[in-house]
C-alpha cells in the first residue's frame, strides 16, 4: 500500500517552545491529508482536515492559532504546534488521501512537552 | 452522532485461541466500516473493511461482518499467531461528513507462545 512518513517519530521540546512536525506522502499526491491526536487509552480524534493550496478546517473546540497547519504541496503538511505546554503532550498521527481513495495512516509523532 | 464503541483491552491469548473483539456503532448516516491495525512504531493499517450491511470483510485470517441490525462489525480471527500482536481500531466512515473517520479506542492485543 501507500507510505506515509512522519518526521520527527518522537520529539521533547521545553515548554513555551514551538515544534513542527512533518507528514509525507512518499509514493503518491495527496490532494487531502489529516491530523489525528491520540491520547493515552483513546481514541484518534481528528484535529483538522487539510487540502492543498488552501487553508486547514479545524474541527470544533481545536484551536488553529496553536496548531498551525500548512499543506504547500501535494506531499508534504506540517503541523506546527505553537507555545507548547505539557497539556499538548501526546501522539499525533497524520494520514493522507489521494482524491477519493482510501486514506493512509502515518506512523505518529510522539510529543513530549516538559 | 458518529460514534464507535470498541471492547476495551488489554487482551492476552495464547497461540491458536480464538479472537473476538468487539465493536459496535452509531451513525447519522450510512457508514463504511473499518478495523485497522497497529504494530509497534508503525502507523494505523488497514486491515479489512465492509461497505454495506452483511457486507463480511476478511484479511490474514481476520473476518469482521456488517451488521446493521445489531450496529455492529465485531472482529474475528479462528486462530490467532504472535505476530498478531498490535493494536486493533475499529471505525467508520460517513460520506456526508466529508469521509471523516471515526476511530474507537483500540484494542491491545497480545498473543504468547
Known amino acids: 500500500g501507500a507510505v506515509v512518513s512522519q518526521h520527527p517519530s518522537r520529539v521533547i521540546c521545553k515548554s513555551g517552545t514551538s515544534v513542527k512536525i512533518e507528514c509525507r506522502s512518499l509514493d503518491f499526491q495527496a490532494t487531502t491529508m489529516f491530523w489525528y491526536r491520540q491520547f493515552p487509552k483513546k481514541s484518534l480524534m481528528l484535529m483538522a482536515t487539510s487540502n492543498e493550496g488552501s487553508k486547514a478546517t479545524y474541527e470544533q473546540g481545536v484551536e488553529k492559532d496553536k496548531f498551525l497547519i500548512n499543506h504547500a504541496s501535494l506531499t508534504l503538511s506540517t503541523l506546527t504546534v505553537t507555545s507548547a505546554h505539557p497539556e499538548d503532550s501526546s501522539f499525533y498521527i497524520c494520514?493522507?488521501?489521494?482524491?477519493?481513495?482510501?486514506?493512509?495512516f502515518g506512523p505518529g509523532t510522539r510529543l513530549t512537552v516538559t | 452522532g458518529n460514534s464507535v464503541t470498541q471492547m476495551e483491552g488489554p487482551v492476552t491469548l495464547s497461540e491458536e485461541a480464538f479472537l473476538t473483539i468487539n465493536c459496535t456503532y452509531t451513525a447519522t448516516g450510512y457508514p463504511s466500516l473499518f478495523w485497522y491495525v497497529q504494530y509497534p512504531g508503525e502507523g494505523l493499517q488497514l486491515l479489512l473493511k465492509a461497505t454495506k450491511a452483511d457486507d463480511k470483510g476478511s484479511n490474514k485470517g481476520f473476518e469482521a461482518t456488517y451488521r446493521k441490525e445489531t450496529t455492529s462489525f465485531h472482529l474475528e480471527k479462528g486462530s490467532v499467531q504472535v505476530s498478531d500482536s498490535a493494536v486493533y481500531f475499529c471505525?467508520?466512515?460517513?460520506?456526508?461528513?466529508?469521509?471523516?473517520?471515526?476511530f474507537g479506542t483500540g484494542t491491545s492485543l497480545t498473543v504468547i507462545p
Open positions: 471505525a467508520l466512515r460517513v460520506q456526508n461528513t466529508g469521509n471523516q473517520f471515526y
Open positions: 494520514s493522507a488521501r489521494q482524491d477519493r481513495y482510501e486514506q493512509y
